[in-house]
């Protein structure tokens, strides 16, 4: 059987991308004194059998895209997840006007793997 | 567009909650950043993010304790009436900050009172005369809001020359606060002593009438950290 797939450049392979999160956006400005938004990034990209080292895959990923390669219909491919994200600081007004720093883990998407 | 406002509320209140707010914040009358928060959140933000070691984000680098979430709260204590001169009294006030929005499952690691004066007084005091701090904790409040005499002393201790900022470890009580869920609040005192004319001393006094206010930084660890390092 025959998978109909786009052709794989190394443009669509998973990987991380460019995203801004402004605060403002999402109407978050009033309370969060800074930063004032920041790079967070997501994954998106293919997981194309055969795997290679480069896509951060786990044995399991390496059998799904195997299987997947057998059968499209019934196996899908890997997903295209963050494995490193970092941590960053928010400086912001809490319920009672107070002012808090606070260091939240998992904001920045730093690697991206297929899962 | 009624669907799609609704599930835009529920996923900012479940992003709200996991940041650990309980709705999102409308600050009033958003006080001033303080300059220790601006001077840790900046060091954080210039810190490269691909170090080969990755950043301990339970850990405050700065106090050299474990901890995710600082925060500065403002006193909300009112001065109290001197009352009858017992030495030359210059200032009593009631310290009272409001810890109710840690969480249950915050741990305090670290509590810093500072107390700030416009400025130093190294100018005023003369040989011989020195500043007295106390602070202490009461056991119990009247219904007029003035402690009652039974009270527990926490700090005590005398300065030739009162400095612009003060600081005070008081860990142990904010833990006692939180552990007992019963905050009665602190209350300051600062007397002078040692000089021979009345007047000389009223003198003195006055330079306390430089006190600006008091601020209780407070370090704690929550459980997605606590978590995070015993998986570690």
Known sequence: ?115 | SSALALELSLQESLLLKSLGLSAKPSPKTPIPVPPVLWRIFQRRKTQPSMNKEPVDACRVEEFDVPGDIIRVFTDQGHFIPKGQPQGQLCLRKRLYFNLSMLEEDENVTMAQLEIKFHHNSYHTSSQGQIFELRLSQPSQVSLQGMPEPRQKLLVEQSFAQLHKSLLFNLSMVARDWRMHNRNLGLVLEVAVSGGDEVNELQGLCTSIDSFLDTSLLVVTLSQQCQVSRRRR
């Open chain 1, 1 to 115: 059987r025959s998978a109909q797939h786009p052709p794989i450049t190394l443009s669509n392979l998973c990987r991380p991308r460019r995203l801004y999160i402004s605060f403002s956006d999402v109407g978050w400005e009033n309370w969060i004194i800074a930063p004032q938004g920041y790079l967070a990034n997501y994954c998106l990209g293919e997981c194309p059998f055969p795997l290679t080292a480069e896509l951060n895959s786990t044995n399991h990923a390496i059998l799904q895209t195997m299987v997947h390669s057998l059968d499209p219909q019934g196996t899908p491919q890997p997903c295209c997840v963050p494995v490193r994200l970092s941590p960053i600081s928010i400086l912001y007004y809490d319920n009672s006007d107070n002012v808090v720093l606070r260091h939240y883990a998992d904001m920045v998407v730093d690697e991206c793997g297929c899962r």
